[in-house]
């Protein structure tokens, strides 16, 4: 079992950053495959970024990559999403997601391929 609490997300305008924290508890944090989602208003949950559980590879969706950078602390069981240049369209609930006992190179990006979720943090970034 893990339990997932996002913090860190709230309202800003556009150009502006934002950075969010996963914090994990239950089991090993290392030996799990993480991932950040966002659901925007009238559309389906989408995977925007993942890190393997040494954090050693991370995956990125177009739409974020190159502004979004996720990172982990397995010494303090968190996962981070440092959102910079944010757009009116980045507008979301994001969720982080954990997939224990995953160790292969693939990016995971189908909420499916996740067991456990956190209750979603609000992200609202104003034009």
């Known amino acids: 079992q893990v339990t997932l609490v996002e913090s860190g997300g709230g309202l800003v305008q556009t150009g502006g950053s934002l950075r969010l924290s996963c914090a994990a508890s239950g089991r090993t944090f290392s030996g799990v495959y993480m991932s950040w989602f966002r659901q925007r208003p009238g559309k389906e949950r989408e995977n925007v970024a993942a890190i393997n559980w040494s954090g050693s590879n991370t995956y990125y969706a177009d739409s974020v990559k190159g502004r979004f950078t996720i990172s982990r602390d397995n010494a303090k069981n968190t996962v981070t999403l440092q959102m910079n240049s944010l757009k009116p369209e980045d507008t979301a609930v994001y969720f982080c997601?954990?997939?224990?006992?995953?160790?292969?190179?693939?990016?995971?990006?189908?909420?499916?391929?996740?067991?456990?979720w956190g209750q979603g943090t609000q992200v609202t970034v104003s034009s």
């Open positions: 997601a954990a997939k224990p006992g995953y160790n292969g190179g693939s990016y995971l990006r189908r909420t499916y391929d996740y067991d456990y």
